[in-house]
């Protein structure tokens, strides 16, 4: 694993970026799943341009925060408000809230971009048509010009050669490169990722992580759920540690790694380091 | 009563049997392209969210699973007309047929619809996808492939179940040969012509569906060094004894 991070690691220049108004809001967000309780009053604002990794012990809720983000879960409690929209529910004077429909919250969807830990390709359609399927058929979008978009974002992920492709013919490593491209096909102002190298032999986990550190680069805002401190390290603006549904640090790269408030923070770090 | 082959021959070619092997024929066609309709749509009602559908759904799976063919048969074709609906003998044949083979595909498109990756659905959905959408370019696409194979059975099933619905008097391949049996007292010759003529149906229906299943069984894409397609059991098993 430090062998990984050292790779990426070098190439981190000190970023003080210009950072843009609030693009995801989350306030005192409840989440359970029957008795467990697995988000706890859970906040966190996310600026326009900001990279956030989020880190924490297997069943912290992690994956969950991410998903109530992109509303693949309901919320029991609290409110998530991403690209100006209150997410997934409709709010009268009174406060209350209904679930939207199911075109509502699609269409609130393609907002954001998700990638999965396992990748999640189109098995019967190949490169190209996992890229272009959303634009072209959910968006409306030209075919031609989608595809010129998608030949573009595979070169920028590395796999220009790859575009007819199936997914089954692709290692794992390539296979999350085209998830992201599919997902950047959308022209998403917010991008998540569920632990996108956790799957990966490690020999793959350096290509995707460039990928990503490109499009922070690019001023892309990013909430990367990952273990990959290199990643964190290269590219974050803050890091957050989640622990039994609560966020119980959260701290910009520096003082996440030297100067770590919380227990759970410390050890963690005494693990992967 | 000696075996006939001049009876046989005159049998099997007959106009009046060959009507029947007709009839056959498109029955089972139009009673499955109806009831896996309606088995579609009643898969989604125990797929949905919405309780009462969901309920409606497993009784109606229950009802039509639970009771013989036989006897939804005669009470569509006897019993309906007692209480104001009355159906011909076509009709009430195509509407049990039907009704009964719902129940089955039902079944048959739910476990294909779930046997496809959970996050598939995640993908689909997080691609702002409605789930209309979800379901034409993501998820069908690649229940069908599951499905094929016991749809292709259940075809087969049908070709042989049409038979019972002679006892509604409907003039099909059966009923045919029982009415040339008795009336040539040729009963062995008749029925082997009958069982001749379920053959050739059933054959003929399982080279189109082993070309059907050769289709959708293609992996996904270009074959290229995939090992993980799943190696037969019956074939790997013979290898094994050889
Ligand atoms: N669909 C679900 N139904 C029921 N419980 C769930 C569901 N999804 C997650 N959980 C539970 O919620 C808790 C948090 O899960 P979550 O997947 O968010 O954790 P995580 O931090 O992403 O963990 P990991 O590192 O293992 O991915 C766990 O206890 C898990 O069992
Ligand atoms: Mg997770």
Known sequence: ?273 | MSWSWDHFMRFLFSDYMLHGVWTTIWLSIVAMVLGCSLGVVVAFMKMSKTWILRQIANAYIWVWRGTPLLVQMVIIYTVLPKVGIRLGVVESAIVALSLHEAAYFAEIVRSGVLSVNRGQKDASRALGMTWAQRMRYVIIPQATRVIIPPLGNQFNLMIKTTSLASVISMEELFRRTQQLAQLEFKVLEAYMCAACWYLLMTTVWGLIQKQLEAHYDKPFGPVSDSSEKKSDPVLSGQAAQV
Do not use: W
């Open chain 1, 1 to 273: 694993m430090t062998r990984m991070e050292a790779d990426v690691v070098p190439a981190a220049p000190a970023k003080p970026r210009e950072l843009g108004p609030p693009i995801v809001e989350i306030c005192n967000v409840e989440k359970r799943f029957g008795s467990n309780h697995v988000l706890r009053d859970v906040s966190l604002t996310v600026r326009r341009g900001e990279v956030v990794v989020i880190a924490g012990r297997s069943g912290s809720g992690k994956s969950t925060l991410l998903r109530c983000i992109d509303h693949l879960e309901t919320i029991e409690g609290g409110t998530i408000h991403a690209c100006g929209e209150l997410m997934g529910y409709r709010q009268d004077s009174m406060g209350k809230k209904t679930e939207l429909s199911d075109r509502r919250v699609a269409r609130q969807r393609r907002n954001m971009g998700m990638v999965f830990q396992s990748f999640n390709l189109f098995p019967h359609l190949n490169v190209l048509r996992n890229i272009t399927i959303s634009p072209v058929k959910i968006m409306g979008e030209d075919p031609a010009r989608a595809e010129a978009h998608a030949r573009e974002l595979l070169e920028r992920v590395g796999l220009p050669d790859k575009a007819e492709a199936y997914p089954s013919q692709l290692s794992g490593g390539q296979q999350q490169r085209v998830a992201i491209a599919r997902a950047l096909a959308m022209r998403p102002q917010v991008m998540l990722f569920d632990e996108p190298t956790s799957a990966l032999d490690p020999e793959m986990i350096s290509e995707v992580l460039d990928v990503m550190i490109d499009l922070s680069r690019q001023g892309m805002t990013m909430i990367v759920v990952t273990h990959e401190m290199g990643f964190a390290r290269a590219a974050a603006d803050r890091v957050l540690m989640m622990a039994d549904g609560v966020i119980v640090e959260d701290a910009p790269p520096e003082e996440f790694f030297t100067n770590p408030q919380s227990e759970h923070t410390r050890l963690f770090l005494s693990k992967i380091l």
